[in-house]
């Protein structure tokens, strides 16, 4: 745990500095010395995180492989994408978890200052350790699919044909990120909608087995690929009223009140605001109608987890007093600590078919193989 808690001191640390100072040039510095130490803290791991072995086995297979027959080592129907950057990063002698680990930590630290210009990137440093940081040891394919579309959300602002382009190459990575073509039309219906609607409809799918009355479960049984985790009572259950839900409707809520939503238009612009309003609106409902399902919903979510850190981050520019933002860094800071002890001391295997080992502690990298002990 202690080494965790080092780098949550280190990037408060970071963040306390930015906020004090906030000019260009030392949030610069500073964001660089963020994506360096995340980058290698994730990328130079060893038998630490979920599914290591899985991708440390195929990483070791594609060495035996030349450029003629690569992708028949891809044993594990890998995402073409992802098969090919593995290879010439094995190619390149990187280690295939840094190489990762560097294009979504660099994708969405990059695309975060874009979108937040100079209005608290430090409150987004914080928040990105809990949401979406850990991807990068855990679901490394999914992750770099999520950045790409963190990425992409500038193409969204400017109504530029090239999101539809970043987000086909963000499927090749996981097949999954195909659903996201859909964001622009969702995105309109979701900003049509009034905000009781939406709450009702919400607070209604939660409390209420709505999803098994409509018949969700057995539809998406027929696909084999989601069959196997919902008929699995330890990946998939019913995630119903919980903290995440109520942050989530906190975070809906101030997107409607005219407190927040009028300095919110005049710090970002009102396509923006529209943009990311509508992103949260699509991550409450993704919750609401898969709630049954914990683990349909978790891997949805990770494509909004980057939108809603941003969404956080705004508004809490709306609060001119540092000292204000300062006890709001505190109170993420918690999160941010209860967020590392769970995973800390998770299980070092979830029971079941669908089994994972869950190993953060004790972290071990490349330096100290030997003295891992797996």
Same mark, same amino acid.
């Given at each position: 745990?202690?080494?965790?808690?080092?780098?949550?001191?280190?990037?408060?640390?970071?963040?306390?500095?930015?906020?004090?100072?906030?000019?260009?040039?030392?949030?610069?510095?500073?964001?660089?010395?963020?994506?360096?130490?995340?980058?290698?803290?994730?990328?130079?791991?060893?038998?630490?995180?979920?599914?290591?072995?899985?991708?440390?086995?195929?990483?070791?297979?594609?060495?035996?492989?030349?450029?003629?027959?690569?992708?028949?080592?891809?044993?594990?129907?890998?995402?073409?994408?992802?098969?090919?950057?593995?290879?010439?990063?094995?190619?390149?002698?990187?280690?295939?978890?840094?190489?990762?680990?560097?294009?979504?930590?660099?994708?969405?630290?990059?695309?975060?200052?874009?979108?937040?210009?100079?209005?608290?990137?430090?409150?987004?440093?914080?928040?990105?350790?809990?949401?979406?940081?850990?991807?990068?040891?855990?679901?490394?394919?999914?992750? @770099?699919?999520?950045?790409?579309?963190?990425?992409?959300?500038?193409?969204?602002?400017?109504?530029?044909?090239?999101?539809?382009?970043?987000?086909?190459?963000?499927?090749?990575?996981?097949?999954?990120?195909? !659903?996201?073509?859909?964001?622009?039309?969702?995105?309109?219906?979701?900003?049509?909608?009034?905000?009781?609607?939406?709450?009702?409809?919400?607070?209604? !799918?939660?409390?209420?087995?709505?999803?098994?009355?409509?018949?969700?479960?057995?539809?998406?049984?027929?696909?084999?690929?989601?069959? @196997?985790?919902?008929?699995?009572?330890?990946?998939? *259950?019913?995630?119903?009223?919980?903290?995440?839900?109520?942050?989530?409707?906190?975070?809906? *809520?101030?997107? *409607?009140?005219?407190?927040?939503?009028?300095?919110?238009?005049?710090?970002?612009?009102?396509?923006?605001?529209?943009? =990311?309003?509508?992103?949260?609106? @699509?991550?409450?409902?993704? *919750?609401?109608?898969?709630?049954?399902?914990? @683990?349909?919903?978790?891997?949805?979510?990770?494509? =909004?987890?980057?939108?809603?850190?941003?969404?956080?981050?705004?508004?809490?520019?709306? #609060?001119?007093?540092?000292?204000?933002?300062? #006890?709001? !860094?505190?109170?993420?800071?918690? #999160?941010?600590?209860?967020?590392?002890?769970?995973?800390?001391?998770?299980?070092?295997?979830?029971?079941?078919?669908?089994?994972?080992?869950?190993?953060?502690?004790?972290?071990?990298?490349?330096?100290?193989?030997?003295?891992?002990?797996?």
């Amino acid at each position: 745990m202690v080494i965790y808690l080092v780098l949550l001191i280190f990037i408060f640390s970071f963040s306390i500095v930015m906020m004090l100072n906030p000019s260009k040039r030392t949030a610069n510095k500073f964001l660089g010395i963020y994506v360096l130490l995340l980058s290698l803290f994730a990328g130079l791991r060893f038998h630490t995180g979920w599914d290591w072995e899985a991708y440390d086995y195929f990483f070791n297979l594609l060495n035996q492989a030349n450029i003629y027959d690569f992708f028949s080592y891809n044993i594990f129907n890998y995402e073409p994408g992802f098969v090919l950057l593995s290879y010439i990063s094995i190619l390149l002698n990187i280690p295939p978890f840094l190489l990762f680990a560097i294009i979504t930590v660099s994708l969405i630290v990059s695309s975060a200052h874009k979108y937040l210009g100079k209005f608290v990137p430090y409150i987004f440093c914080l928040i990105y350790l809990y949401y979406g940081y850990f991807h990068n040891f855990s679901i490394v394919r999914q992750g @770099i699919a999520a950045a790409l579309f963190a990425y992409s959300i500038r193409f969204l602002i400017v109504r530029s044909y090239k999101f539809y382009f970043v987000i086909i190459f963000a499927s090749l990575f996981h097949i999954s990120a195909a !659903m996201l073509l859909a964001i622009p039309l969702l995105l309109v219906i979701a900003n049509r909608v009034p905000f009781f609607l939406l709450l009702l409809l919400s607070i209604c !799918m939660v409390l209420l087995p709505l999803s098994d009355m409509l018949g969700l479960k057995s539809l998406m049984s027929k696909i084999p690929a989601l069959n @196997i985790y919902l008929n699995n009572s330890t990946l998939s *259950y019913k995630v119903g009223f919980s903290l995440k839900y109520l942050e989530l409707l906190i975070v809906f *809520y101030c997107y *409607y009140e005219r407190k927040f939503f009028l300095p919110l238009i005049n710090n970002f612009g009102i396509r923006q605001f529209w943009i =990311f309003k509508g992103l949260i609106i @699509i991550e409450l409902m993704i *919750y609401s109608i898969f709630n049954d399902y914990s @683990i349909i919903y978790e891997r949805l979510s990770v494509y =909004f987890e980057f939108s809603h850190a941003i969404a956080i981050a705004m508004i809490v520019s709306t #609060f001119k007093y540092k000292r204000i933002q300062f #006890f709001l !860094m505190l109170i993420l800071l918690f #999160f941010v600590f209860a967020r590392y002890y769970q995973l800390v001391y998770s299980p070092v295997r979830v029971p079941g078919e669908m089994s994972h080992l869950e190993r953060f502690e004790n972290y071990c990298s490349i330096f100290n193989e030997r003295e891992c002990q797996r």
